[in-house]
C-alpha cells in the first residue's frame, strides 16, 4: 500500500493544507509538524503562485506573503524533504497552479517530487485534457496525480477526469473560490454517492469547510475531509507562532472526522 492509501484506509481521513513558506520559509516545518501533531491524516502544502485563481482571499494573501518572503519552488522541495525525514509515514501532496510545475519541464518536476518524497500533486489548472503536460512524468517516477470534480462535472465527464487520477479524488464542493461558502449538506451527499458509484479511489471534500461540526457531517459520507482556508486564517493571525493554534484546531477537526462514523 501507498502512504495515500494507507491513510484512507482507517476510515475518513482530514486532509489539510496550509500555503508553503508562508509566514517564512523558516516557519513553514512547525506548522507542518503542528499539523501532524494535531492528527492530520494527509497533508497538502501549496506551492505560492502569483495567481491563484481558484483560492479565495485567505489563501490569496497566504501566497502573497509567501512571495514576499522569498519563498522558491527550491524551498518547498527542501521544506518537503525535510519533512519526509521526520515523518516518513505522512502523505505529503503538493497542491498548486501549471506554471511553477511545468516551467522547467515536467520531468523535473516529477522528479523533484520523488527525490522528496512527495506523494501526491494536485494541479488546479491542468484539465484532464491536457494530461500530457504533466500526468505521465509523475505516473513514470510513482507520484500520483490527484484530479479535482466540481458540482458541474456530470455523467459524461467523470470518466476523464477518474482517468490516471489515483492517490484520491479532490471533490470541490462549490462552484466557487476556497474559503468563502460551503455548499448544502445534501448536495455534498448526493455528488459523493454518485462519484463513489464510479470511483475506485477514495473521494475527499473541500472549499468552505471551517469547523468541527461541518467536518463531520461530511465524513459521514465521503472518505476524506479538505480543510485549508481556517488553518491559513490562524497562520495570518499568528504568524511565526501559529503552531500552537494550528494544532489545536487540527486535534478538533480530526477528532470531529475520525468520530463521524
Not at 501533531?37 to 502544502?45: M, N, Q, R, S, T
Not at 518572503?69 to 519526509?84: K, L
Amino acid at each position: 500500500m501507498t502512504r495515500l492509501s494507507s491513510a484512507f484506509a482507517k476510515g475518513p481521513a482530514l486532509v489539510t493544507f496550509i500555503t508553503g513558506g508562508d509566514p517564512t520559509p523558516d516557519a513553514t516545518p512547525a506548522i507542518l509538524d503542528a499539523l501532524v501533531a494535531g492528527g492530520a491524516d494527509v497533508i497538502e502544502l501549496g506551492m505560492p503562485f502569483t495567481d491563484p485563481m481558484a483560492d479565495g482571499p485567505a489563501i490569496q494573501c497566504a501566497n502573497l506573503r509567501s512571495l514576499g518572503a522569498g519563498t522558491t519552488t527550491a524551498d518547498i522541495f527542501r521544506i518537503a524533504a525535510d519533512f519526509r525525514a521526520r515523518h516518513p509515514k505522512v502523505p505529503l501532496v503538493l497542491m498548486g497552479y501549471a506554471n511553477p510545475m511545468i516551467t522547467r519541464g515536467p520531468e523535473w518536476f516529477a522528479n523533484e517530487c520523488q527525490k522528496a518524497g512527495v506523494d501526491g500533486v494536485i494541479c488546479v489548472d491542468i484539465p484532464p485534457e491536457e494530461d500530457p503536460e504533466l500526468g505521465p512524468a509523475l505516473r513514470a517516477v510513482g507520484v500520483s496525480l490527484i484530479r479535482l470534480a466540481t458540482p458541474t462535472t456530470d455523467a459524461a465527464r467523470l470518466p476523464a477526469v477518474l482517468d490516471g487520477s489515483s492517490g484520491f479524488l479532490y471533490y470541490v464542493s462549490v462552484a466557487g473560490i476556497t474559503g468563502m461558502q460551503q455548499a448544502a449538506q445534501t448536495s455534498i451527499e448526493e455528488a459523493v454517492a454518485r462519484i463513489k458509484a464510479s470511483a475506485t479511489i477514495p473521494v475527499a471534500v473541500g472549499f468552505g469547510v471551517r469547523t468541527p461540526e461541518q467536518a463531520a457531517a461530511i465524513a459521514r459520507h465521503a472518505d476524506g475531509v479538505v480543510v485549508g482556508s481556517a488553518l491559513v486564517d490562524l497562520v495570518a493571525q499568528h504568524g511565526a507562532d501559529a503552531a500552537g493554534p494550528v494544532e489545536e484546531l487540527t486535534r478538533a477537526l480530526a477528532g470531529a472526522v475520525h468520530s463521524a462514523r
